[in-house]
Protein backbone atom coordinates (compact mmCIF):
# COMPACT_ATOMS: atom_id res chain seq x y z
CA UNK A 1 0.00 0.00 0.00
CA UNK A 2 0.96 3.83 -0.13
CA UNK A 3 2.66 5.60 2.34
CA UNK A 4 2.65 2.28 4.79
CA UNK A 5 5.99 2.22 7.06
CA UNK A 6 7.95 3.45 9.80
CA UNK A 7 11.86 4.00 8.79
CA UNK A 8 14.75 3.32 11.10
CA UNK A 9 16.21 6.92 10.96
CA UNK A 10 19.57 7.32 12.59
CA UNK A 11 19.03 10.46 14.94
CA UNK A 12 21.75 12.95 13.84
CA UNK A 13 23.06 11.18 10.68
CA UNK A 14 25.52 9.37 13.21
CA UNK A 15 23.75 8.27 16.18
CA UNK A 16 21.66 4.87 16.02
CA UNK A 17 17.75 5.11 16.31
CA UNK A 18 18.24 1.90 18.33
CA UNK A 19 18.64 1.95 21.54
CA UNK A 20 21.69 -0.15 22.39
CA UNK A 21 21.25 -3.60 23.49
CA UNK A 22 17.69 -2.74 23.66
CA UNK A 23 14.73 -4.95 22.68
CA UNK A 24 14.72 -3.73 19.02
CA UNK A 25 18.52 -4.07 18.51
CA UNK A 26 18.31 -7.38 20.46
CA UNK A 27 15.43 -8.40 17.72
CA UNK A 28 18.21 -8.24 15.28
CA UNK A 29 16.43 -4.39 13.82
CA UNK A 30 18.91 -1.99 12.19
CA UNK A 31 18.93 1.30 11.00
CA UNK A 32 17.61 1.72 7.66
CA UNK A 33 14.81 -1.19 8.12
CA UNK A 34 11.42 0.06 6.84
CA UNK A 35 8.74 -1.38 9.50
CA UNK A 36 5.94 -2.56 7.64
CA UNK A 37 3.82 -4.00 10.91
CA UNK A 38 3.32 -5.31 14.28
CA UNK A 39 1.28 -8.14 15.19
CA UNK A 40 -0.20 -7.74 11.74
CA UNK A 41 -0.99 -4.47 12.11
CA UNK A 42 0.06 -2.25 9.38
CA UNK A 43 1.80 1.52 9.81
CA UNK A 44 -0.29 3.84 7.95
CA UNK A 45 -1.93 7.04 7.88
CA UNK A 46 -4.33 5.57 10.78
CA UNK A 47 -1.92 3.30 12.81
CA UNK A 48 1.59 4.94 13.41
CA UNK A 49 4.67 3.05 14.78
CA UNK A 50 3.97 4.89 17.80
CA UNK A 51 0.54 4.30 18.25
CA UNK A 52 0.90 0.93 18.10
CA UNK A 53 3.68 0.12 20.20
CA UNK A 54 1.68 2.12 22.65
CA UNK A 55 -0.72 -0.40 23.02
CA UNK A 56 1.65 -3.30 24.84
CA UNK A 57 3.05 -3.76 28.15
CA UNK A 58 6.84 -4.48 29.04
CA UNK A 59 6.91 -8.25 28.24
CA UNK A 60 4.62 -8.67 25.65
CA UNK A 61 6.51 -9.86 22.44
CA UNK A 62 5.13 -8.79 19.28
CA UNK A 63 5.84 -10.28 15.61
CA UNK A 64 7.12 -7.22 13.47
CA UNK A 65 7.25 -7.30 9.90
CA UNK A 66 10.14 -4.70 8.56
CA UNK A 67 11.87 -4.72 5.08
CA UNK A 68 16.12 -4.87 4.77
CA UNK A 69 17.55 -4.68 1.23
CA UNK A 70 14.18 -5.44 -0.74
CA UNK A 71 13.57 -8.27 1.45
CA UNK A 72 10.42 -8.58 3.74
CA UNK A 73 11.86 -10.38 7.02
CA UNK A 74 10.23 -11.01 10.76
CA UNK A 75 11.64 -11.16 13.97
CA UNK A 76 9.75 -11.48 17.40
CA UNK A 77 10.29 -8.84 19.51
CA UNK A 78 9.88 -8.62 22.94
CA UNK A 79 8.97 -5.00 25.26
CA UNK A 80 11.36 -4.15 28.17
CA UNK A 81 10.89 -1.16 30.44
CA UNK A 82 12.06 2.13 30.92
CA UNK A 83 13.79 1.05 34.17
CA UNK A 84 16.10 -1.66 32.20
CA UNK A 85 17.35 1.54 29.76
CA UNK A 86 21.13 2.42 30.42
CA UNK A 87 22.24 5.74 29.00
Do not use: C, K, W
Not at 7 to 23: C, E, F, K, N
Not at 30 to 49: E, F, K, M, R
Not at 76 to 81: C, H, I, N, R, V
Amino acid sequence: GQGIGAMLVPLDGMRSALIAAGPAELAGLQDSDLILSVNGTSIDAAHSLAEILLSYQPGDTVSISFVRDNTVLDVDLTFGSRDDLVY
